[in-house]
C-alpha cells in the first residue's frame, strides 16, 4: 500500500502515524517493505513539500523504521499559503518529477489503494495535494482516501478558509472517501481531557493520528472468509451508501492519555 504525504502537516501527521504503525509490525506490515540491505523496515510512503526542512529532518531522523529518499520530493521556495500558487503553479510545473516519485514507489510494491495526508489551511497542503491526489489518480489508476486536516478557526493564515474550501472541492471529485480532523478538536482535547497547559504540535498530531489509526489497522487485517486484505478504500466503500457521501470522521472510547500514547 502507499502513503502520500504532502506539506508540513501532512508530513508530521503521517509521521506520527507510522511511527505507532511500525510498533504493531505484523498488523500494518502493507505499508512497510523489509530489505536485507536495511535492518529497519522501510515506509511505503512518498514524501512531498515545498520547502525542504521538514523533509530533510525526516529523512535524516532516526526510528523503528525509514524512509527511502528516492520516494521523496521537494523544492525551496514554499506555496506562499495559497492554493493556486500551489495547484496551478507548483503541480503543472513539477509534474514530471511528481510522477516519477509515484511510479518509484508504486514499483516496488503492488499498489492497491493510496492514502493521502493533507493540510487544507496551507499553501502547499491545501494546493499542491490536490494536484498530487488528482495526478496519483490518473498515473497509478487506483482509488484514494484522503486524510484531511482543517485549520484552526483562530489561524493566523489569512486565505486559510479559501484554502480549505478549494481543497475540500478538488479532493471530493477526485478521492473515493475523505477523511475530515479538526485541529480544533485536537486542541480542546489535550486541553479539557488531558489538562495539558501548554499545547504542542506533536500533542495534536498524538491526537489526530489516534483517530486515524483504527481505520489503517482495519484495513490490514485479513478477511476471514477471503483470506485476503481489504484496503481503507474497500472499507470506505462499505460505509457509504452513495459515492456522494464520502465526507468522513473517526471517533473512539475511551479517550484517555494511555490510548493516545499508544
Known amino acids: 500500500e502507499m502513503i502520500i504525504q504532502v506539506g508540513q502537516c501532512g508530513n508530521q501527521l503521517d509521521n506520527h502515524v507510522l511511527t505507532a504503525m511500525s510498533g504493531h509490525a505484523n498488523m500494518f506490515s502493507p505499508y512497510f517493505s523489509v530489505s536485507d540491505k536495511s535492518k529497519l523496515p522501510s515506509a511505503n510512503a512518498v514524501l512531498i513539500d515545498m520547502e525542504p526542512m521538514v523533509i530533510g529532518s525526516l529523512l535524516s531522523s532516526s526510528g523503528k523504521f525509514n524512509y527511502s529518499q528516492n520516494f521523496s520530493f521537494f523544492k525551496q521556495e514554499g506555496s506562499g499559503n495559497n492554493w493556486a500558487h500551489g495547484f496551478l ?13 509515484l511510479r518509484k514507489c508504486a514499483e516496488r510494491e503492488p499498489v492497491s489503494h ?19 491526489c488528482r495526478l496519483a489518480r490518473e498515473e497509478l489508476g487506483v482509488g484514494c482516501l484522503n486524510v484531511m486536516v482543517a485549520p484552526r478557526f483562530c489561524g493566523e493564515v489569512i486565505l486559510q478558509f479559501y484554502n480549505s474550501a478549494f481543497s ?8 473515493e472517501g475523505i477523511v475530515l480532523l479538526e485541529n480544533d478538536t485536537a486542541h480542546d482535547v489535550c486541553k ?10 506533536e500533542d495534536m498530531n498524538r491526537v489526530l493520528g489516534s483517530s486515524i489509526l483504527p481505520i489503517l489497522a482495519c484495513s490490514s487485517k485479513k478477511s476471514r472468509t477471503s483470506g485476503r486484505t481489504k484496503n481503507p478504500v474497500e472499507l470506505i466503500e462499505q460505509m457509504t451508501p452513495l459515492p456522494s457521501m464520502k465526507l468522513l470522521t473517526s471517533k473512539f472510547v475511551p479517550l484517555t492519555q494511555s490510548s493516545m500514547s499508544a
Not at 503541480?91 to 516519477?100: F, V
Not at 493510496?114 to 498530487?132: C, D, E, H, P
Request: aromatic share 8%; with cysteine.
Open 89 to 101: 503553479g507548483h503541480g503543472p510545473a513539477c509534474k514530471g518529477s511528481l510522477t516519477e516519485v
Open 168 to 175: 475540500l472541492a478538488t479532493c471530493y471529485e477526485e478521492a
Open 192 to 201: 479539557t481531557s488531558f489538562g495539558l497547559k501548554h499545547v504542542h504540535i
Open 114 to 132: 493510496i492514502t493521502l495526508f493533507q493540510a487544507m489551511g496551507g499553501g502547499t497542503g491545501s494546493g499542491v495535494g490536490s494536484f498530487v
